[in-house]
């Protein structure tokens, strides 16, 4: 990971953990319209044993329903976003959502539910959803009311300005200024500890807070290094300073308890890594901006709260 994010602060500095639009909109995802790289991605995703699933378990009944709900976005650039052509939802945690889907059905079939960084605790705890793919960092807070799966992957936050904007360098730089941040992010205690005087401003999606960058609502977006990334990649009008300075991992989102679900998705994160699927996921989709190879993923259980 310190290659890949060396690698980042090379190519185009930056990259995600604001949370959806808010809509609770379901968005099915067809197999057979899937992308031909996603496809091949999907025809080498393993599937469970039988024996894995036993009746009764959070797995069983998602089999017997024939589709796996996410918690997800559409609008997260690479991440997990909805392709106005096709419909599809394409992306590094739309791939391991259909993965993951397939390991249990068999099939990658994949209902996503647009949500909210401020909503996806209670998606699953009323069982609205069966698992969070959202950028979600993993926390002990958090852990006390999800289980987390993972970590995934390990990102860490950035600092977007617009283009031309001079004097931010650095996070000791946001002191005196207002900053915006997602709502319900890691964002805002991070930059309470690095700029206590800095004016923090949110919004309640990535679309929303660069939107707000844009028209001088505030002088600086700080994001996770994964989003940022993306977003100066489409927006030529935002760029990306300094270096990230945290790190952030990233865990799937699960109902909170649900030991039996937590191990089985865990051993399909060790299976799926085993077999080159979740490198080909980072290649479809964050490898495409950042050079290099796919970075090592992170060991199962290896911080506080997962």
């Not at 995802?29 to 995703?45: C, E, I, N, T, Y």
């Not at 960092?137 to 031309?164: D, M, N």
């Amino acid at each position: 990971m310190k290659k890949m994010v060396a690698v980042v602060a090379l190519s185009l500095l930056g990259l995600a953990a604001c949370g959806g639009t808010g809509s609770t909109g379901g968005s099915a995802v067809p197999p057979g319209d899937a992308q031909p790289a996603a496809s091949d991605l999907l025809a080498k995703a393993p599937v469970a044993d039988p024996a894995a699933i036993p009746p009764g378990s959070t797995m069983d009944k998602i089999r017997k329903r024939g589709e796996l709900i996410v918690g997800g976005s559409l609008d997260a650039p690479l991440l997990s976003q909805q392709n106005p052509a096709t419909g599809q939802v394409e992306g590094f945690d739309a791939d391991l959502g259909k993965a993951l889907a397939k390991y249990i059905i068999g099939e990658p079939k994949v209902k996503i539910v647009n949500s909210a960084s401020e909503t996806r605790e209670a998606l699953l705890a009323n069982g609205t959803v069966d698992v969070v793919f959202q950028t979600y960092t993993i926390t002990p807070e958090r852990a006390e009311q999800v289980s987390f799966a993972g970590p995934y992957y390990v990102s860490g936050l950035s600092i977007a300005v617009k283009k031309g904007t001079t004097g931010i360098a650095r996070p000791q730089d946001l002191n005196g200024k207002k900053v915006i941040a997602g709502a319900n992010t890691p964002a805002i205690p991070a930059i309470k500890k690095v700029a206590p005087q800095a004016e923090i401003i949110t919004f309640g999606s990535d679309p929303e807070c660069v939107q707000a960058l844009k028209q001088d609502r505030g002088v600086a977006y700080v994001q996770d290094e994964t989003l940022l990334v993306a977003n100066a990649k489409k927006d030529p009008a935002i760029q990306v300073v300094g270096n990230p300075f945290t790190q952030d991992p990233y865990g799937i989102g699960l109902k909170h308890g649900d030991e039996q679900f937590k191990a089985f998705v865990n051993d399909w994160l060790k299976k799926i890594q085993a077999a080159g699927v979740w490198q080909q996921a980072w290649k479809n989709s964050l490898g495409t901006v950042v050079q290099g190879e796919a970075p090592a993923p992170p060991q199962i259980g290896s911080v506080p709260g997962s």
